[in-house]
């Protein structure tokens, strides 16, 4: 039985590869993604340990506050602490480090060089010993002057410096000032490596200038005399100093390393979802095929039965076919894996070292790839598995007929079961009932969706092709007509081929919905809050705090400026009750092994954002709405909150809230104004009496400004002085209201690029699929094909029956994902609603959605051109006399 | 073109001259047609007969341009069909040849009107409405042009099948064992009414066929074995015919 159904196999190539493409791909996804970041975290956790192979020991500050970028903000440690530490016994050399964000190289174009997403540019301060100083002086010297700069090689070369050029780097003290190039860094024993981050080195004095943090370090670190460990060093230091937090060098690396692996983890995880969406695109086509597969081989089935074949060997001569298409399927997808890893790597190369740009393979790769494409591949055979067993022998010598039952009873139980149980998850998921609201409005999803293979697609099926076919036929076309009977005279199986674009294109669609209202609603908040006229704001995410100082004044003397309010922004944690208790049900932090001296200062509590407002002005800038309170109230020591913020967490006017800053520690602050209307996510509005002594140097910088004009001012002429103003810092924007709307939510076009190119493989999984289905049916339909073609049907007139036959499948696909991704998206943006009124409001975008439409049903017909091509080119007599 | 001074070319409405079909190659060649040459006359129904393998079948796919001969010609009406591309080959049989198969005629999502007016609806033409309703009539098929091939008999679905082979006014119908597959009374009543097309509305229709009951229905048999034609009858009868087959099987 084995050898029958591997002969059987390997006499039908075409359809094995047919079969398996779906595997291929998504094991490929998997696969290619697990293997690149396994090899981009190792490479980066060795760059991470060589830069700070030196540091024996570091003292820090343990106050910090949790960020949701990653690393932790920690508060600064005072230059008298670097004698304190190389006064400990055991100490070589001690070193305070500068390490902050803030300064840009603008490069020739007068342009900020690498603004948006890339890696960071951070200030550092040039540190004598060789051990203590991140980075290898390749070239040239330290800088020896404030006016001096050494920056690594790869930015250098980006910018075609060489030593002794002069550097422009648009700093908020002095707008864009020129830098001579005094030195050329580069990690690394030989300084030959980059991480991809642009460190840029100054004098100490300068360094702490420029980030606004004078006598101040990120942290310090020491060297160890001779014979002394890294563990005995930590202990005498945490013992001298009992108020700091002491870690070994090995330690701080480790934590470093955990950071980074835990960002290339998300990344990984982010990624590794579209692969099982395509897997799960997969499991559509297989289970079609294999059904089609034994529809045709029914004769051949009821021979062996005839012949004596238990139904027993039926079944496994199936799955021992669907194992071998699974596992050749998964070495193949391994393969174009480790392929797309190594392609990905040679491109990351450019920015970053790479230690190695070949993927390594490890053995929990194989055993993924082999244990999905094989599980896969046998978990979709197996009803048609048991399908096939059931054939008579009698059927050895009956008519091959086509699989066109209706729809039993048993199915359309287990349909309705799965619509109503999917409905069921998703409705307790957003409600936020049950254990796990996220893994049940997934399960319910997924349960909706495969109802669409199971109930929703066969119901439809044929109406709707009739339907659809209707224009193509009109005029008594018979392409058109033929096409569609094609489309409807097996429901099932055009459902199922549907069901797999229907996958993707539901997803676009959701995404592309509840982006579209994100932004809607963004604008409309916008454009119903701000009275403002401009808004003068960063260019960039990575230039945060890029607004010199004393602009907001500045800016008030401009000619026809009315109002001018700055703001800030910070994070905080929260110790009243609600936070108390959303913050217990997370995981707390673990002391890492090697960190000693203080514990973490920070109280348990929920960590939020809160804007800086200057009370005098802000509530002229923006519509509040009804204010409880006065703004006239709001002094040192108090905070406006959010109407539904405070409701949520009982607060009420004049309560006074703990709250935990990360400068200055708990505070206890008061709500003295509750205000209507919301601008943004931020709930908690500082006065800037309580934001700036609370608040760390980073934070205490203008975040944006609002301007609005006196009324008749001419604001052409006015936003072209405030663009006059700030012509001298490329990290400053000038934008009006218009602009203001798409800056804040333009970062979601980016991540809908991404996300939009990576279902781009569910859906071409799902035109394979369809071509797939049309090759078989047209092998099935031979007999009709010939007939057609020997009464005069040209081979045109063929190519065109079968090219409409797959649009017809590929819109009746699109449109079941259109209305589910569209009821998906209400539900979502309901659940949303409910929660936080006025935050996301229902928008279709129906440019969008037209173009998804005419997209997938073009490209169901490009799926069709192979099948169709071989159709026509089907002899015709062999056609007509094959019995 | 020196065979086009041959009379039969003019005066046929299909044929063949020095017909050769040659299957495979050295050991394994076959020769299925081995230099035939005849022509069908206009208006009258032939049969071709002979045992398996004989080339029958052979001969009228080539006729019918279904397949291409090794050599020699075939035309229908003034058409060399072998000076033909694959797209007017194709125009060919749709508005000049109907068809009639052994089994499988009909399109199963079409329904029997659909099935019948299906070379006309290819050629984007409209159906002589008086004609079709001659030919249901004929073939007593009225009352069931809506429903599904697989709502209908086997008989029922020669029946369609010999409408359409009818509906476009074809130059010839060929007809391939087109009662193979039915039961006596209802093959007798396909093959009446493929008599009375050429009697009465003066079709010309060529039959492949193994049956001398079958050929019984034709104005002319022609015997082929081996790929040669080998014997001729004119007005015959059954047991004519069973006598001439037994002289060539012996």
Same mark, same amino acid.
């Given at each position: 039985?084995?050898?029958?159904?591997?002969?059987?196999?390997?006499?039908?190539?075409?359809?094995?590869?047919?079969?398996?493409?779906?595997?291929?791909?998504?094991? *490929?996804?998997?696969?290619?993604?697990?293997?690149?970041?396994? !090899?981009?975290?190792?490479?980066?956790?060795?760059?991470?340990?060589?830069?700070?192979?030196?540091?024996?020991?570091?003292?820090?500050?343990?106050?910090?506050?949790?960020?949701?970028?990653?690393?932790?903000?920690?508060?600064?440690?005072?230059?008298?602490?670097?004698?304190?530490?190389?006064?400990?016994?055991?100490?070589?050399?001690?070193?305070?480090?500068?390490?902050?964000?803030?300064?840009?190289?603008?490069?020739?174009?007068?342009?900020?060089?690498?603004?948006?997403?890339?890696?960071?540019?951070?200030?550092?301060?040039?540190?004598?010993?060789?051990?203590?100083?991140?980075?290898?002086?390749?070239?040239?010297?330290?800088?020896?002057?404030? !006016?001096?700069?050494?920056?690594?090689?790869?930015?250098?070369?980006?910018?075609?410096?060489?030593?002794?050029?002069?550097?422009?780097?648009?700093?908020?003290?002095?707008?864009?000032?020129?830098?001579?190039?005094?030195?050329?860094?580069?990690?690394?024993?030989?300084?030959?490596?980059?991480?991809?981050?642009?460190?840029?080195?100054?004098?100490?004095?300068?360094?702490?200038?420029?980030?606004?943090?004078?006598?101040?370090?990120?942290?310090?670190?020491?060297?160890?005399?001779?014979?002394?460990?890294?563990?005995?060093?930590?202990?005498?230091?945490?013992?001298?100093?009992?108020?700091?937090?002491?870690?070994?060098?090995?330690?701080?690396?480790?934590?470093?390393?955990?950071?980074?692996?835990?960002?290339?983890?998300?990344?990984?995880?982010?990624?590794?979802?579209?692969?099982?969406?395509?897997?799960?695109?997969?499991?559509?086509?297989?289970?079609?095929?294999?059904?089609?597969?034994?529809?045709?081989?029914?004769?051949?089935?009821?021979?062996?039965?005839?012949?004596?074949?238990?139904?027993?060997?039926?079944?496994?001569?199936?799955?021992?076919?669907?194992?071998?298409?699974?596992?050749?399927?998964?070495?193949?997808?391994?393969?174009?894996?480790?392929?797309?890893?190594?392609?990905?790597?040679?491109?990351?190369?450019?920015?970053?070292?790479?230690?190695?740009?070949?993927?390594?393979?490890?053995?929990?790769?194989?055993?993924? &790839?082999?244990?999905?494409?094989?599980?896969?591949?046998?978990?979709?055979?197996?009803?048609?598995?048991?399908?096939?067993?059931?054939?008579?022998?009698?059927?050895?010598?009956?008519?091959?007929?086509?699989?066109?039952?209706?729809?039993?009873?048993?199915?359309?139980?287990?349909?309705?079961?799965?619509?109503?149980?999917?409905?069921?998850?998703?409705?307790?998921?957003?409600?936020?009932?049950?254990?796990?609201?996220?893994?049940?409005?997934?399960?319910?999803?997924?349960?909706?969706?495969?109802?669409?293979?199971?109930?929703?697609? @066969?119901?439809?099926?044929?109406?709707?092709?009739?339907?659809?076919?209707?224009?193509?036929?009109?005029?008594?076309?018979?392409?058109?007509?033929?096409?569609?009977?094609?489309?409807?005279?097996?429901?099932?199986?055009?459902?199922?081929?549907?069901?797999?674009?229907?996958?993707?294109?539901?997803?676009?669609?959701?995404?592309?919905?509840?982006?579209?209202?994100?932004?809607?609603?963004?604008?409309?908040?916008?454009?119903?809050?701000?009275?403002?006229?401009?808004?003068?704001?960063? *260019?960039?995410?990575?230039?945060?705090?890029?607004?010199?100082?004393?602009?907001?004044?500045?800016?008030?003397?401009?000619?026809?400026? &009315?109002?001018?309010?700055?703001?800030?922004?910070?994070?905080?944690?929260?110790?009243? @009750?609600?936070?108390?208790?959303?913050?217990?049900?997370?995981?707390?932090?673990?002391?890492?092994?090697?960190?000693?001296? &203080?514990?973490?200062?920070?109280?348990?509590?929920?960590?939020?954002?809160?804007?800086?407002?200057?009370?005098?002005?802000?509530?002229?800038?923006?519509?509040?709405?009804?204010?409880?309170?006065?703004?006239?109230?709001?002094?040192?020591?108090?905070?406006?909150?959010?109407?539904?913020?405070?409701?949520?967490?009982?607060?009420?006017?004049?309560?006074?809230?703990?709250?935990?800053?990360?400068?200055?520690?708990?505070?206890?602050?008061?709500?003295?104004?509750?205000?209507?209307? @919301?601008?943004?996510?931020?709930?908690?509005?500082?006065?800037?009496?309580?934001?700036?002594?609370?608040?760390?140097?980073?934070?205490?910088?203008?975040?944006?400004?609002?301007?609005?004009?006196?009324?008749?001012?001419?604001?052409?002429?006015?936003?072209?002085?405030?663009?006059?103003?700030?012509?001298?810092?490329?990290?400053?924007?000038?934008?009006?209201?218009?602009?203001?709307?798409?800056?804040?939510?333009?970062?979601?076009?980016?991540?809908?690029?991404?996300?939009?190119?990576?279902?781009?493989?569910?859906?071409?999984?799902?035109?394979?699929?369809?071509?797939?289905?049309?090759?078989?049916?047209?092998?099935?339909?031979?007999?009709?094909?010939?007939?057609?073609?020997?009464?005069?049907?040209?081979?045109?007139?063929?190519?065109?029956?079968?090219?409409?036959?797959?649009?017809?499948?590929?819109?009746?696909?699109?449109?079941?994902?259109?209305?589910?991704?569209?009821?998906?998206?209400?539900?979502?943006?309901?659940?949303?609603? *409910?929660?936080?009124?006025?935050?996301?409001?229902?928008?279709?975008?129906?440019?969008?959605?037209?173009?998804?439409?005419?997209?997938?049903?073009?490209?169901?017909?490009?799926? *069709?051109?192979?099948?169709?091509?071989?159709?026509?080119?089907?002899?015709?007599?062999?056609?007509?006399?094959?019995? | 073109?020196?065979?086009?001074?041959?009379?039969?070319?003019?005066?046929?409405?299909?044929?063949?001259?020095?017909?050769?079909?040659?299957?495979?190659?050295?050991?394994?060649?076959?020769?299925?047609?081995?230099?035939?040459?005849?022509?069908?006359?206009?208006?009258?129904?032939?049969?071709?007969?002979?045992?398996?393998?004989?080339?029958?079948?052979?001969?009228?796919?080539?006729?019918?341009?279904?397949?291409?001969?090794?050599?020699?010609?075939?035309?229908?009406?003034?058409?060399?069909?072998?000076?033909?591309?694959?797209?007017?080959?194709?125009?060919? $049989? $749709?508005?000049?040849?109907?068809?009639?198969?052994?089994?499988?005629?009909?399109?199963?999502?079409?329904?029997?009107?659909?099935?019948?007016?299906?070379?006309?609806?290819?050629?984007?033409?409209?159906?002589?409405?008086?004609?079709?309703?001659?030919?249901?009539?004929?073939?007593?098929?009225?009352?069931?042009?809506?429903?599904?091939?697989?709502?209908?008999?086997?008989?029922?679905?020669?029946?369609?099948?010999?409408?359409?082979?009818?509906?476009?006014?074809?130059?010839?119908?060929?007809?391939?064992?087109?009662?193979?597959?039915?039961?006596?009374?209802?093959?007798?009543?396909?093959?009446?009414?493929?008599?009375?097309?050429?009697?009465?509305?003066?079709?010309?229709?060529?039959?492949?066929?193994?049956?001398?009951?079958?050929?019984?229905?034709?104005?002319?048999?022609?015997?082929?074995?081996?790929?040669?034609?080998?014997?001729?009858?004119?007005?015959?009868?059954?047991?004519?015919?069973?006598?001439?087959?037994?002289?060539?099987?012996?």
């Amino acid at each position: 039985m084995f050898r029958i159904a591997l002969k059987d196999l390997f006499a039908r190539k075409r359809r094995l590869v047919t079969t398996g493409i779906a595997v291929v791909l998504g094991i *490929a996804f998997l696969t290619g993604t697990q293997l690149l970041s396994v !090899t981009l975290s190792d490479s980066i956790k060795s760059l991470v340990g060589d830069v700070y192979s030196g540091f024996d020991s570091v003292v820090r500050s343990p106050r910090t506050q949790e960020t949701p970028f990653g690393q932790p903000i920690r508060t600064l440690v005072p230059d008298s602490l670097v004698d304190e530490v190389a006064g400990v016994d055991g100490v070589r050399a001690a070193a305070g480090v500068v390490e902050s964000p803030g300064p840009q190289v603008v490069g020739d174009d007068g342009k900020v060089l690498g603004g948006g997403f890339g890696p960071p540019t951070l200030v550092y301060n040039w540190i004598d010993d060789d051990a203590l100083r991140i980075g290898v002086l390749r070239d040239g010297r330290a800088p020896g002057a404030d !006016t001096e700069v050494v920056i690594d090689f790869r930015t250098a070369e980006t910018l075609g410096k060489q030593l002794g050029d002069q550097v422009d780097i648009a700093t908020t003290q002095d707008g864009v000032r020129a830098y001579t190039l005094v030195g050329i860094s580069g990690l690394g024993d030989d300084g030959s490596q980059s991480t991809g981050a642009r460190p840029l080195l100054f004098t100490t004095a300068e360094a702490q200038r420029l980030v606004n943090q004078p006598d101040q370090f990120n942290y310090v670190v020491a060297g160890a005399t001779d014979g002394e460990t890294q563990d005995q060093l930590a202990g005498r230091l945490s013992q001298a100093l009992p108020e700091w937090q002491v870690l070994t060098g090995a330690a701080f690396t480790a934590e470093s390393q955990e950071q980074i692996s835990q960002f290339v983890g998300i990344l990984e995880i982010f990624v590794s979802v579209f692969g099982w969406v395509a897997l799960f695109v997969a499991i559509f086509i297989i289970y079609n095929t294999f059904s089609i597969i034994i529809t045709q081989r029914t004769r051949e089935t009821a021979l062996l039965r005839a012949v004596g074949a238990t139904r027993r060997q039926v079944v496994v001569a199936t799955l021992v076919e669907a194992v071998v298409v699974g596992l050749i399927a998964a070495v193949l997808g391994l393969l174009a894996g480790l392929a797309l890893a190594a392609l990905l790597l040679v491109l990351l190369s450019g920015f970053f070292t790479i230690a190695s740009t070949t993927p390594g393979l490890t053995p929990g790769v194989v055993l993924l &790839a082999v244990g999905i494409g094989v599980g896969v591949t046998v978990l979709s055979a197996v009803i048609p598995a048991i399908r096939s067993s059931k054939i008579p022998p009698v059927a050895a010598i009956g008519e091959v007929s086509l699989d066109r039952s209706g729809i039993s009873t048993s199915r359309k139980v287990w349909g309705a079961l799965l619509i109503i149980g999917g409905i069921a998850l998703i409705g307790t998921g957003l409600a936020q009932v049950g254990p796990n609201p996220l893994f049940q409005v997934g399960g319910g999803a997924v349960a909706i969706l495969i109802s669409v293979a199971v109930i929703l697609g @066969p119901l439809l099926a044929a109406p709707v092709s009739r339907v659809l076919s209707a224009p193509f036929a009109a005029g008594g076309r018979v392409a058109g007509r033929l096409a569609g009977e094609n489309a409807a005279r097996s429901p099932k199986r055009t459902a199922a081929t549907a069901a797999a674009l229907t996958i993707g294109v539901t997803l676009v669609t959701l995404i592309a919905v509840v982006a579209s209202s994100i932004k809607a609603s963004a604008d409309d908040a916008i454009n119903q809050s701000v009275r403002a006229d401009f808004v003068v704001a960063t *260019a960039s995410l990575t230039s945060f705090g890029a607004i010199p100082p004393g602009s907001a004044e500045a800016i008030r003397d401009t000619p026809g400026v &009315a109002e001018v309010s700055p703001v800030r922004f910070t994070l905080l944690r929260l110790l009243d @009750p609600v936070g108390v208790a959303e913050a217990s049900s997370t995981p707390t932090t673990t002391v890492p092994a090697g960190q000693l001296g &203080a514990p973490p200062d920070a109280p348990v509590g929920q960590d939020d954002f809160a804007l800086g407002i200057d009370p005098a002005t802000w509530f002229d800038v923006v519509d509040a709405g009804e204010l409880q309170g006065s703004p006239a109230d709001l002094v040192a020591g108090t905070m406006a909150v959010d109407r539904k913020y405070a409701s949520d967490r009982g607060w009420r006017l004049g309560d006074r809230i703990p709250v935990y800053f990360v400068a200055t520690g708990v505070q206890q602050i008061e709500v003295a104004v509750i205000y209507d209307q @919301p601008l943004g996510q931020a709930g908690i509005w500082l006065p800037l009496s309580t934001f700036e002594p609370n608040t760390l140097p980073l934070f205490n910088v203008d975040n944006q400004i609002f301007v609005t004009t006196e009324p008749g001012a001419d604001t052409a002429q006015v936003q072209r002085d405030l663009d006059a103003r700030f012509a001298d810092l490329p990290t400053v924007q000038v934008q009006d209201l218009q602009e203001y709307v798409e800056s804040q939510t333009g970062p979601i076009n980016v991540f809908l690029g991404i996300v939009y190119g990576l279902l781009g493989l569910a859906i071409v999984i799902a035109l394979i699929g369809i071509a797939n289905t049309l090759s078989l049916s047209v092998l099935e339909r031979t007999r009709e094909l010939g007939l057609l073609r020997a009464v005069g049907m040209t081979q045109r007139q063929l190519k065109r029956t079968i090219r409409i036959e797959a649009g017809i499948i590929a819109i009746f696909g699109t449109l079941m994902g259109l209305v589910i991704g569209i009821l998906f998206a209400i539900a979502l943006t309901v659940a949303i609603a *409910a929660d936080n009124p006025g935050v996301l409001q229902f928008r279709l975008p129906v440019v969008q959605l037209l173009v998804i439409v005419v997209v997938a049903a073009g490209a169901g017909v490009v799926a *069709a051109l192979l099948p169709a091509r071989r159709a026509a080119r089907m002899d015709v007599l062999e056609a007509v006399s094959s019995t | 073109m020196s065979t086009s001074t041959d009379p039969t070319a003019t005066t046929g409405a299909a044929g063949a001259l020095e017909a050769v079909k040659v299957y495979g190659e050295g050991d394994t060649e076959v020769r299925a047609l081995d230099g035939v040459s005849v022509s069908f006359d206009r208006g009258r129904f032939t049969a071709i007969m002979g045992p398996s393998g004989s080339g029958k079948s052979t001969l009228m796919h080539c006729l019918a341009g279904l397949d291409r001969l090794s050599s020699g010609r075939v035309f229908i009406g003034d058409t060399f069909l072998d000076e033909l591309n694959d797209a007017r080959l194709t125009e060919l $049989r $749709r508005d000049k040849v109907g068809f009639v198969f052994q089994a499988f005629n009909l399109i199963p999502t079409l329904s029997a009107a659909e099935n019948i007016t299906l070379p006309m609806d290819l050629a984007g033409r409209k159906p002589d409405q008086g004609w079709m309703d001659q030919i249901i009539g004929i073939v007593g098929l009225a009352d069931r042009l809506s429903h599904r091939p697989s709502e209908l008999s086997g008989g029922q679905q020669q029946r369609v099948a010999v409408a359409r082979a009818l509906a476009s006014r074809p130059e010839i119908v060929f007809a391939d064992e087109p009662t193979g597959n039915l039961d006596s009374r209802s093959g007798q009543e396909v093959l009446g009414f493929m008599r009375y097309a050429v009697s009465d509305l003066g079709q010309t229709i060529v039959m492949v066929t193994h049956d001398p009951n079958a050929a019984a229905y034709a104005d002319r048999v022609v015997f082929l074995a081996d790929g040669r034609i080998v014997d001729q009858m004119d007005q015959p009868n059954a047991e004519r015919i069973i006598d001439s087959m037994k002289r060539l099987g012996s």
